[in-house]
């Protein structure tokens, strides 16, 4: 061993050697643990005196070179680093090999001074998603700057010459802020830039021409602006993009031909803009994702525009398009989505060989299509949504339809369709939706629909079914809506699905005997409608007991007896029968104390003869009204109209709304699908078949504010302008001498506390949950921050979101604060201020709406979707619950557990951090909440 001895120093040396190489220089270690002892008192910092505080390197978020001999990336992401105490920025920039700087997701409203004096040598800044406002600073200083991130701020007005010599600028992201003024075609060298990313802006103008000068540009975004113009026909020349985003401005024109040349692109979206002429020949050749819905594109879609590789997503929905759907369809589409266009023929029977299709989405509604339904729908075995309403539709339903296990919801109403429905539709096991109404269908309701336990919506509606309800029925657990209205159903109901609760309708059938024991069982139900049967009997006591109805509908049946006493808030209809109304007239009540016995006797009698001739009149009267009753018509007088006009430019808006439809549907009661504290939702079908909501405003306490009609037509107008996905435009209105009408898109996935408390809550997994309160914030920081003017809600809870799909939520209510006037309320303030369990606290003594008491309501509905609860449940808010068990050692106990228990650890923790989010916008101190803009960049942060 002796002669290893030799050559021991040698190996000490080089042992020495590589330990001294390997550590970082001392005076960076002393800054780190400066900036550690600085930092570690944030409540969200990840630093603490438990880091090494020898090497630096092993922190989170630092990044050093190669044998840690320097630090070279520094990440303080979430650190809820503020402007109180800017000492920290000038220990940063003393790290002078620092290459990278991340400090997004903070509470900065300005860029700390030293920042700009002293970290001039960096090549990545990220200050997104702070609360940085006010003009653009200059970063001249930053000669070497490669990503720029200022995405998700505040800031505001132009920019001029803030950027000049960026001349290594590779990706510049200003998104989400409030940036005006024309689009910037001066950023340093322009053969660097490869991603620009200016979406949600302020900006105006035209695309310049000088955007094609960036030859390097891969990324293009500039979605949600207020451009106007056409596209640059050298758009073609970026040869390297490979995402291009216009959507949501006012551009106008053509698509340029040029851009189906771009081999790179993946993605274009142009949607929501003004485009006319034709779909260019070839877009889709090496796209994967095509979005040109929300224009006004006309002529045919091209033969090949299905058939391309690679290609997974096209929509041309809501455009003038016309001609036949292409028959040729790539394998690897998983959505399209062609509605509301003007297309005609038959659907293509595709065909794929040996290859299975990937098409999950299929959506053909409101269109000219004709024929069958082909069987060979059959080959996408991975379809979950299948949308064919609206049609001209005619033939059979296919039994081929059972082969489609993963089919969720199925939208075939409106339409020529025929025959029994098949048994094997029961083989869908995991449909939650199914509407088959507004069709030709006869013979019985297959009681195999029974075995549809996630069933929730049911709408067989005006068809000519036939027979009675299957007892088999009362097992749907999952039913919160049964639409039977309209069909020659009869017999006695015996039994009914007891968890309904959206709406139960057997309308215009023959079905007889007494009202049904069964509805004793729903205690959740809202709307009952068991107008024009042939009901007999009295009406049970059982019913005033129900105390989530809202509407109930008698009218036209064969009842008779006494009416009994219902809840205020109960719309009752019992026309047409033989009942007799209790309620006493009170002056003669009063006189009946003070006449002697005999007298009484007498006017006792008296009255006892003029009432027997008065019922003998009203019973002949009604019981030929019976007779003479029209299945079509309703026995309501329309309201009278002041003015009628639209709120859109969409010409296939103007060409399907019938103002004179509109008024006869909101005569009808059978019409209303939802109530809430101010409106009444109105179901009308137009004569194209297209169907709208119309959305009667509701008179509470004398406030409304209808005097003046052209101000609030001005107001009006200003809504329809408005343009954000979360959020519910009006696209016309009617004026009349008792109220104001609001015509909508029709949605019919119901509200979200339909959705969320009802028996599909249960099946709401945190995806789609935290996509809805994406969407809500999303909305309502856009109301927010409207251009035209600021957008407070009078009432915002989870029965004001209305769903377009399982994850997509729009707000509505949004005009009741141009018409409703709080300070002139004379009743509870509550019923002004909104509904129980959401109005903030300070309204009792303010009766002032304010952003911070929207924040408040937005908060209680992140509540709901982290709990599963209600706003108010068993007699208690659920704020006051969630922040007694928030105060506890155990937090996440208040969260909803058929979600929590079965997420993995990282969900369960993007439920806690949206969880402290929720608690800050229920701050008893409106100052303490939030604005907007920063509760969705907290929540977008969550997920991080």
């Known amino acids: 061993m002796s002669r290893y001895l030799h050559i021991l120093p040698v190996f000490v040396f080089f042992f020495i050697v590589q330990y001294a190489f390997c550590q970082l220089p001392s005076t960076q270690v002393t800054t780190m643990n400066k900036l550690r002892d600085l930092l570690q008192n944030n409540s969200n910092s990840k630093w603490n005196s438990s880091q090494d505080s020898t090497n630096p390197c092993s922190w989170t978020g630092v990044s050093c070179a190669p044998n840690n001999s320097s630090v070279t990336s520094l990440s303080l992401c979430s650190f809820s680093i503020s402007n109180d105490d800017d000492s920290w920025s000038s220990l940063v920039c003393d790290i002078k090999t620092l290459q990278s700087l991340n400090l997004s997701s903070n509470q900065l409203t300005s860029i700390p001074q030293p920042i700009f004096s002293s970290c001039g040598g960096l090549k990545a800044l990220n200050f997104s998603n702070n609360n940085l406002n006010g003009p653009l600073p200059s970063f001249q200083g930053f000669r070497s700057l490669e990503v720029l991130d200022l995405s998700r701020n505040s800031f505001e007005t132009s920019i001029d010459s803030q950027l000049n010599g960026l001349n290594e600028l590779k990706s510049l992201s200003l998104s989400g802020n409030k940036f005006t003024g024309s689009i910037l075609t001066k950023l340093g060298n322009s053969t660097l830039l490869e991603e620009l990313q200016l979406s949600f802006n302020c900006f105006v103008g035209n695309i310049p021409d000088g955007i094609t000068n960036y030859k390097n540009l891969t990324l293009l975004d500039l979605g949600g602006n207020n451009l106007t113009g056409i596209i640059p026909s050298r758009i073609g020349e970026l040869s390297n993009l490979q995402l291009l985003v216009l959507s949501a401005n ?18 274009f979206a142009a949607n929501q803009n003004e485009f006319t002429g034709v779909i260019p020949q070839g877009i889709t050749r090496y796209l994967r994702n095509l979005d040109l819905s929300y224009n006004q594109m006309g002529g045919s879609i ?34 399209l989505r062609l509605g509301n266009n003007s297309l005609t023929g038959k659907i293509p029977a595709w065909s794929f060989g040996n290859d299975m299709p990937s098409l999950a989405y299929l959506e053909l509604d409101h269109n000219i299509l004709g024929g069958v339904i082909p069987s060979e729908l059959r080959l996408f075995r991975n379809l979950s949504l299948l949308d064919l309403s609206n049609n001209q539709l005619v033939g059979f339903l296919p039994r081929e339809l059972g082969n489609l296990t993963k089919l969720e919801v199925v939208l075939l109403q409106h339409n020529r369709i025929s025959g029994e429905i098949p048994d094997e539709i029961s083989e869908l096991q995991i449909l939650d939706k199914l509407n088959i109404s507004w069709n030709s269908l006869n013979g019985s309701i297959p ?24 007892d088999s029925f009362s097992s749907m657990d999952s039913l919160l809506e049964l639409q039977l209205g309209k069909n020659n159903l009869g017999g006695v109901v015996r039994s009914l699905p007891t968890k309904l609760q959206i709406s139960l309708n057997l309308s215009w059938n023959n079905f007889e005997g007494g009202i049904p024991r069964a509805l004793n069982r729903l205690q959740s139900l809202e709307v009952l409608d068991l107008s024009n049967n042939k009901f007999s009997g009295g009406i049970p006591s059982f019913l005033t007991g129900m105390q989530s109805l809202t509407l109930i509908q008698l009218s036209n049946n064969r009842l008779t007896g006494i009416i009994p006493a219902f809840r205020s808030n109960v719309n009752l209809s019992t026309d047409g029968n033989n009942l007799i109304n209790p309620t006493p007239d009170p002056s003669v009540v009063k006189r009946k104390k003070s006449v002697s016995v005999p007298v009484g006797i007498i006017v006792a009698s008296a009255a006892a003869v003029v009432t027997l001739m008065i019922v003998s009149i009203l019973a002949l009267i009604l019981s030929r009204r019976i007779h003479k009753v029209n299945h079509e018509e309703s026995q309501s007088s329309e309201p009278v109209v002041i003015k009628s006009d639209f709120l859109t430019e969409n010409s296939i808006q103007r060409l399907n709304l019938d103002f004179t439809r509109a008024m006869e549907a909101v005569s009808n009661p059978s019409n209303i699908v939802l109530k809430t504290r101010f409106s009444t939702y109105y179901k009308a079908v137009m004569p194209s078949g297209m169907m709208y909501f119309i959305k009667k405003l509701n008179g509470v306490d004398k406030i409304f504010q209808i005097g003046s009609h052209d101000r609030l037509q001005e107001e009006l107008r200003v809504l329809g302008k408005l343009r954000n996905s979360s959020v519910m435009i009006p696209l016309a209105y009617t004026l009349t001498t008792e109220s104001v009408y609001l015509f909508y898109d029709y949605t019919e996935n119901g509200t979200l506390y339909d959705v969320l408390h009802g028996s599909l809550g249960r099946g709401l997994d945190w995806s789609n949950r935290y996509s809805i309160a994406i969407g809500v914030a999303n909305g309502l920081a856009f109301l927010h921050g409207c251009p035209s003017g600021q957008i407070t809600l009078l009432d915002l809870s989870s029965k004001s979101v209305m769903l377009k799909s399982i994850n997509e939520p729009q707000i509505g209510d949004i005009e009741l604060s141009k018409v409703i006037d709080p300070s002139k309320s004379t009743g509870n303030v509550s019923a002004v201020a909104g509904s129980v369990g959401y109005v903030p606290p300070e309204y009792a003594y303010s009766m002032r709406l304010t952003t911070a008491g929207n924040v408040y309501s937005f908060g209680v509905i ?30 996440d106990q208040v969260l909803d557990s058929t979600v929590s228990r079965t997420s993995s650890a990282a969900i369960r923790d993007q439920m806690l951090a949206v969880l402290k989010v929720a608690l800050a916008c229920v701050s008893v101190s409106p100052e303490e909440r939030p604005k907007m803009r920063s509760v969705l960049r907290m ?5 991080n």
């Open 447 to 470: 009681p195999s629909l029974s075995k549809l336990q996630k069933l929730s919506n049911l709408d067989l509606q005006a068809n000519n079914l036939t027979g009675g309800i299957p």
């Open 862 to 891: 992140l509540l709901e979707l982290l709990t599963g609860k209600a706003a108010v449940s068993e007699g208690s808010e659920l704020v006051k619950w969630v922040s007694s068990k928030s105060n506890q050692d155990n937090v």
């Open 250 to 267: 006012n551009l106008t024109g053509e698509i340029p031909q040029s851009i189906s040349m771009i081999t790179t692109l993946k993605r």
């Open 939 to 943: 929540l977008l942060n969550a997920r």
């Open 302 to 335: 091209p033969a090949d525009l299905l058939s391309q590789k690679d290609l997974q997503t096209v929509d041309l929905s809501d455009n003038k398009l016309i001609g036949s759907i292409p028959s040729n369809m790539s394998t690897t589409l998983v959505r």
